[in-house]
């Protein structure tokens, strides 16, 4: 039975905080290790919270999920146990990460447990700036007495407690909230793929690397072969991508888009025909003036204009003494 090097960790969306009330993977040697949670998650969606050491440092791969969670935005709890796609992770822990730092081969070093309103539970495997989904559940609704929930303070209401992890201490989060609402089925529309790949037209430049992070949660860095390659892939939607490019005298400049304007994009692919490829290009002068990133199909290009064209900065190499 093989065994790798990872932990578990939890995810939620930035806007509704949630905790886990009891959450397990079950692992292929009969074992099993929590999924740890801080009091109100919220870390955005696909990004990793809470990370506990427990059990050996080579852990078997996990075949199963049990987990019950309070929903604070909703004032529910929500459960389920369902089984994972064993193969899949076994491929994907046998198949590794390479450090593109170092070009190190290594194992993916965590499970990402995603809890969502509505129930929406999905569960991503993270290691070296690569994220790959590896399934989408659905969860019911459950009941939790607060007595449980809360033993030191038994006599607290559901809603009254609730309510106080609800709340998100930046106003212009707490501001987003209000106005969206609990978006109901966005994690679903987040899934959705469009055969696209990213590119640079910046004279005398090679394109170097490049990291994906897509709306779903899955995350990509392309660089040596794959960016050698860059072939049309089915991806989500991106909301962050960060190019390295180097010119002909080996100087390296990153141009970073963090983030994208999500009402912006995702009007943008609906515009575009789905089963037709698709392009996002950063375009620069050679002194790296004049910057652009424009999304083109065929002879359509349409300029993405919520960028910040300012963040770009020069990559300094260090040398080892």
């Known amino acids: 039975m093989e065994k790798y090097k990872w932990l578990p960790t939890e995810s939620s969306p930035l806007l509704y905080p949630m905790n886990i009330y009891q959450g397990h993977l079950f692992l292929e040697d009969g074992s099993s290790v929590y999924i740890p949670c801080s009091g109100s998650s919220h870390t955005g969606w696909g990004y990793s919270g809470s990370m506990h050491s427990q059990g050996s440092d080579l852990k078997a791969v996990p075949v199963k999920l049990e987990v019950t969670w309070a929903s604070f935005s909703e004032n529910k709890f929500y459960t389920g146990s369902w089984d994972l796609p064993v193969d899949k992770i076994k491929e994907l822990f046998k198949e590794g990460t390479v450090n593109w730092r170092t070009n190190e ?21 993270y290691g070296n700036d690569q994220q790959v989904e590896i399934g989408r559940y659905q969860a019911k609704e459950t009941s939790v007495s607060m007595k449980d929930y809360v033993p030191g303070n038994p006599t607290v209401s559901q809603k009254e407690y609730f309510d106080q992890f609800r709340k998100l201490d930046d106003p212009e989060l707490e501001r987003e909230y209000k106005e969206k609402g609990i978006q109901f089925g966005i994690w679903d529309t987040y899934r959705k793929k469009y055969n696209w790949r990213t590119i640079i037209e910046i004279p005398n430049h090679t394109f170097k690397n490049v990291t994906l992070e897509m709306y779903n949660g899955e995350e990509e860095t392309l660089f040596n072969e794959t960016i050698n390659k860059n072939p049309f892939k089915k991806r989500a939607i991106p909301r962050l ?3 390295l490019f180097e010119d002909k005298n080996g100087k390296q400049t990153v141009f970073e888009v963090k983030y994208l304007d999500e009402d912006e994009i995702f009007s943008l692919f609906k515009k575009l025909d789905e089963n037709k490829p698709i392009e996002i290009v950063l375009q620069m002068n050679e002194d790296l003036t004049n910057r652009k990133l424009v999304v083109k199909q065929g002879n359509n290009e349409f300029p993405i204009q919520k960028i910040d064209a300012d963040n770009i900065w020069e990559l300094k190499k260090y040398k080892s003494k």
């Open 105 to 125: 081969k290594q194992s993916y070093s965590s499970v990402v447990v995603g809890l969502a309103p509505g129930g929406v539970v999905v569960v991503w495997m």
């Open 241 to 243: 991508l960060s190019y």
